[in-house]
């Protein structure tokens, strides 16, 4: 499976647990995250990233809370990364909203593994925040970075 193909499926898992644009709900769509983060895509590598922040609504730029998946991607000579692709579920928040939790990034290359990784980011303020609030829009992409 390719990543954009991967983008596809996770679309799937996530209506099979009624998440879409029209029912952004954060904590399903978690779950269904980390189940993603386990189907085997075709990479060199693959990492996953948590990130929320309040944007900056003065400039019309929304906030974020962000389930991002992200895959290296390398030549037929394996050598170094000639491409990153990332899948995100990305719940929107929109101005004048804010979630009110400043920026946070977590890594999962900074922890030994996927569990310990969902750990932290379950264990964070910001984490149980977006959980609970109401307003989000969803959007859910694959893009090449």
Known sequence: MT???SERLLRRMLIEVGVDEAHPDPAPAWEVFKRFATVPV???????FFQVGDGHPENELDGYFDFTREFEMRGASGDEPLWFEQVHIEFKVPPPL????????????????????FRAVEALPAFRAGLTFQGFALSIFHTGV
């Not at 804010?98 to 990784?117: C, E, I, K, W």
């Open 98 to 117: 804010r979630l009110g939790v400043g920026d946070v990034t977590l890594f999962s290359v900074d922890f030994p593994d996927y569990a310990a990784f």
């Open 3 to 5: 990543p954009l193909d």
């Open 42 to 48: 075709e990479c060199a590598r693959d990492y996953l």
